[in-house]
């Protein structure tokens, strides 16, 4: 019975011929052949069909039509095994095969340059901030990196956003808020004065006259000393004591009442427009004047208002001591300059007797008035040879 190897054209036999294919499965099947897609043709190899191939194949020449017989195996070459199971020549060679589909992009993993050593040292950079996300969508500034996992991740920046128009409720919003602020700075700077006034200059102030009295009370102690007799504004003039202010509390007195001389201590009213009131010196009949502050620049007389009728108020410029007693006080406004005239309160009168006036500023923390104590000289005693006990008692 003639065979058929099927030709590279998909020639089929007619099916009334007999013939069958080389290595087609004996037992019929059901399904129908397909009919070879002649765009995609594919040899059939004779190693795949089990038909040992001739290591030096004689090509023979055939007239059209003729068919070509298979040559006969030498006895040397052992048969070609039989194929129990073939598969279908059509299932093998002419199953359509599923037309590839187009590849899906799937992204990758996210490039971090932190992970690159390049650019491991500029992973700690922050970029800077982008004026507005642009087309590039979202940008990426500094990196961090997660303390659980290790993985570097990038921070995103986000984008300035561009102010809105201000209308008229918008701008007197901006304008109080710049006006708050400005109240809140000039506040902090009122409070640091206060400070400043209020605490610093009475440390500094105490400090400095202490060191006066100190220097003050060794010039006196010297036994050449000589109290100078002239005095200009400005010039120390000597000591006060006042037991009810402190066991230990003592000031120097300076020549004049002006502000920057009232900065280093109580000072003696004298020149200027005090010089036709006649101030007295201490010890002499007539009014012995001393001013002094209140508060700030250590407040020699902060508490003037503390003494009373009795206390005693103790002078001395090195070559005597002058013990005055509390007899009145009175407050004043700062016009009524008679309480310092020789005879407080009558300037036209004649002094007959030696008196002291103390000033200072009421009430505390304000310059409206003057407070004022009186006081009378009761003893006067040589420096060296010191003061009475009794005048250093304070009466209860």
Known sequence: MPRYISDDDGYTPP??????????????????????????????????????????????????????????VPESQPPAP????????????????????????????????????????????????????????????????????GETQAVPVQPKQAKEKLGFGGWMREILGLIGELLVTVGMFLLLFVAYELWWTDLEGNAEQADVVQQMTQDFDDPNYVMPKAKNIGDKYGLIYVPRFGKNW???????????????????????????????????VGNFAVAGHRTTWGAPFNKIATLKNGDYVIVTNGEKWFIYQIYDHTVVTPDQVQVVAPVPNHPRETATEAVMTMTSCHPEFSSRERYVQWAKLVDTSDYKQGVKAEYLEVAE
Do not use: C
């Open 15 to 72: 099916a009334d011929s007999g013939a069958r294919f080389l290595a087609r499965d004996e037992e019929p099947h059901d399904e129908q052949p397909v009919s070879p897609d002649p765009n995609e043709p594919e040899e059939i190899q004779p190693s795949e069909l089990g038909i040992a191939q001739e290591s030096n194949p004689q090509p023979e020449t055939q007239a059209a039509g003729e068919i070509v017989q298979s040559q006969d």
């Open 82 to 149: 039989e194929l129990t199971q073939p598969q279908s020549e059509w299932q093998r060679d002419f199953q359509p095969q599923p037309e590839p589909s187009e590849p899906q992009y799937q992204p990758g993993p996210a490039y971090s340059p932190a992970q690159d050593s390049i650019f491991a040292g500029l992973a700690q950079v922050p970029v800077a901030e982008p004026e507005h996300e642009g087309a590039l969508g979202t940008l990426y500034g500094a990196f961090t990196e997660d303390e659980e996992t």
């Open 250 to 284: 003592v000031k120097p007195i300076y020549e004049g009442v002006s502000l920057d001389i009232l900065r280093k201590g109580p000072g003696h009213y004298s020149g200027g427009k005090w010089d036709d009131m006649d101030i007295a010196d201490m010890g002499e």
